[in-house]
């Protein structure tokens, strides 16, 4: 960390961390399953459709309120923070809400409104689409974040509306953010499935995996010219190689069980590398929301209302967390709805 942090304001960072990381792969999952959906193929091309419909249904929605939530403590405990990403970021902001919104609505059109083939396969292609911006458009808020571009003073936000989120580098980790989100849908899916259908998911989890890791060497080749001081944070930190190789080693145990099909595994170990993803780069941030102006201790206006907001969070979850693993549970105990 930065400067005089208060234990509270660290402990909230680590929450809106952590909200990162379930969003990720629970929010991510379902943002890959419209890039699956879009580009089902062959024989049994309905069948995935229908797979990734009924996968979805019960719980596409519930898991957007990970982002939220991290938006709330955003505004709530680091309103600089939250003020300066969203004027420097306005613009990738809007994008990915828009893909959320158009991709939420295309879902309810296509799944529940009586509609002819030809608009249903319109509304399909809209689902599909959405799903595919809303990644890149938060990828590329992650290498702004990262690169350095954006400079924030006392004054506020002295760069432009584009500076970090329009580089090569923004573009690699938004492909990055879209394998991921694949990957996990594919082998999400691969569990939930039987028979051939299994197997074609399975099939898609290992290709995603492969352009994952590709797309990884080639966004940390980047980093070195347009995020330096992340690149150096990787490059050289003591908790660097082991997180890596913890996500390598994650990334291997899927892959190994995607080929021998123990999807349930595939399923854990698929979660764990991307959980591990978000961890290495948060803390490669090194206590900052914006490298290198915007440091945790500078994001911290009013710290006398850290501790009950942390309290606050603690009994929230209290409710909150049984409330969604039971959604879960009501919904998947049997198998996906008919």
Known sequence: MTGNVSPWAEALYG?????????????GADL????????????????QERAVRLAIAPIWEANHVWLIF??????????PAFAALGVALHVPLALA??????????????????????ARAGWARVFGWASILTPLALGSVVAAISSGDIRVSEA?????????????????VGLFALALFALLAAVYLAAETDGAVSDDFRRMAVACEVVAGAVALITFLLAAHYAPALFENLRSSAWTWPIQGATAAAAATTLGCLLRRATTAARVSAAVQVSLVVVGW?????????????????????????????????????VLVPALAYLFWIFKRNGNPQ
């Open 15 to 27: 929450i809106i961390g952590l909200g990162l990381v379930v969003y990720a792969v629970t929010g």
């Open 32 to 47: 890959g399953a419209g890039l699956l959906s879009l580009f089902s193929h062959g024989p049994r091309k309905a069948d």
């Open 156 to 172: 506020g936000v002295t760069t432009g509306f584009f500076a970090g989120w329009t580089t090569p580098f923004a573009l690699a």
């Open 70 to 79: 991290v938006i709330v403590l955003m505004f709530s405990g680091f309103p």
């Open 97 to 118: 809400l828009l893909g959320i919104v158009f991709r939420g609505a295309a879902y309810v059109f296509h799944a529940y409104g009586i509609q002819t083939a030809e």
């Open 282 to 318: 948060g803390l490669a941030l090194r206590g900052h929301f914006i490298l290198p102006d915007l440091s945790l201790a500078s994001a911290t206006p009013h710290p006398e209302v850290l501790p009950a907001l942390v309290i606050a969070v603690g009994l929230g979850s209290l």
